[in-house]
């Protein structure tokens, strides 16, 4: 059973910083990309940051200078961390990972695999 562990989420006031981490357990052939998505209250889940296993990041424009995503693939973890942090910021944070797993000799696949969330509230 694979499964995304998120940590790091809380209350920060503006122009504070937080550093989400998510973990990947559980038996797997490799982790390809990681990201990061977040959903605000009545708003469409957003991608937030992706990294490759490589470490090429992309950014959504409103965090770009503000938040970096980076990986550490000996410990199957994804970090974002998050400095300048803006009311408009508060949203549940998801951790995201295209997982491969080896089905069978020469059968490997790869699926899409969320962790449970954590909440990021900015605010005075």
């Known amino acids: 059973q694979v499964q995304l562990v998120e940590s790091g989420g809380g209350l920060v006031q503006p122009g504070g910083s937080l550093r989400l981490s998510c973990a990947a357990s559980g038996s797997f052939f490799s982790i390809n990309a990681m990201g990061w998505y977040r959903q605000a209250p009545g708003k469409q889940r957003e991608l937030v940051a992706r990294i490759t296993r490589g470490g090429s990041a992309n950014y959504a424009d409103s965090v770009k200078g503000r938040f970096t995503i980076s990986r550490d693939n000996a410990k199957n973890t994804v970090y974002l961390q998050m400095n300048s942090l803006k009311p408009e910021d508060t949203a549940v944070y998801y951790c995201?990972?295209?997982?491969?797993?080896?089905?069978?000799?020469?059968?490997?696949?790869?699926?899409?695999?969320w962790g449970q969330g954590t909440q990021v509230t900015v605010s005075s």
């Open positions: 995201n990972a295209d997982i491969a797993l080896a089905i069978a000799i020469m059968d490997v696949r790869e699926y899409d695999y």
